[in-house]
């Protein structure tokens, strides 16, 4: 299992991701807890829960896993993985193993502060790139671990964007939005959005379309940005933004949580 941890390690620094399976409980098989098994993103496998059956389900699996990020507690029933809890199941806990993912917030003003503090909360490794001096003060964005003040496509071009990028084009104006657009598209973001009306946002669409950019690269982007959650503040617009994210990242659907059970109604005394 030593080349198991090296590889963990390795992920854990900023190299390829891995999907980290440890098995909890059992369930009554003749299985070890604390058995591993790693999948790379290509399919290879390396270690082994103890069943053929589960490695091959986890395996299957795996794209879907490295798309939603995090760590989860599922129960595997043949080739299904389950999140609701079952005694009768296997338990097994994921973890994509990656480094620290990069929240690029593109402008200083009040909702890239916001959303800074917001994303360094979560535990984004956070970036705040300004063309003005005076926004671009770490003094006034304490949440984020790296602030750039430099001219935004030169600085875009110099800055490494992968699949564990996050980036927010909230800039002063949609000039600046659509400069900068231009230098992320194409560029693999996990998640790319520009905020705006509908009507600047598709005229923006409209000109890189018009200079051949392809249509699958502008259905990515996220744009006008953020769920309707009636959002007037910078704050509330930054939770918003975050929250459409999130919802991104871990493949919620953004409906109510609210909930309460029918019940049948007293039958009226007679």
Request: proline share 7%; aromatic share 4%.
């Amino acid at each position: 299992m030593l080349e198991l941890t090296r590889r963990l390690a390795e992920a854990a620094r900023g190299g390829e991701p891995a999907l980290l399976a440890v098995l909890v409980e059992p369930a009554g098989r003749p299985l070890q807890p604390g058995a591993r098994l790693l999948v790379e993103p290509s399919g290879a496998t390396l270690g082994s829960l103890g069943d053929p059956a589960l490695d091959a389900a986890i395996a299957r699996a795996a794209p879907d896993l490295f798309a939603r990020h995090g760590a989860r507690t599922v129960y595997i029933e043949g080739e299904a993985l389950h999140e609701r809890h079952r005694d009768d199941l296997p338990a097994v806990y994921l973890e994509v193993v990656e480094s620290r993912p990069t929240f690029l917030v593109v402008g200083a003003g009040h909702i890239g502060r916001a959303l800074a503090r917001l994303a360094d909360f979560l535990g984004y490794r956070v970036v705040v790139l300004d063309d003005r001096p005076d926004y671009a003060d770490p003094a006034r964005i304490p949440g984020a671990d790296e602030v750039i003040c430099d001219d935004f496509e030169a600085a875009l071009d110099r800055f490494p964007i992968g699949p564990s990028t996050t980036i927010v084009l909230v800039t002063r104006g949609h000039k600046q939005d659509e400069l900068s657009l231009r230098r992320c598209l194409g560029r693999g973001a996990a998640y790319l959005g520009m905020i705006g009306s509908r009507r600047r946002t598709t005229a923006v669409l409209d000109h890189l379309r018009a200079e051949g950019f392809p249509e699958g690269e502008l259905a990515r982007v996220r744009t006008p940005i953020g769920l309707d959650i009636g959002a007037e503040t910078p704050e509330e617009i930054a939770v918003s933004i975050i929250a459409e994210v999130i919802l991104l990242k871990r493949g919620g659907t953004g409906a109510p949580m609210y909930y309460r059970a029918r019940r049948n109604p007293t039958p009226a005394s007679r």
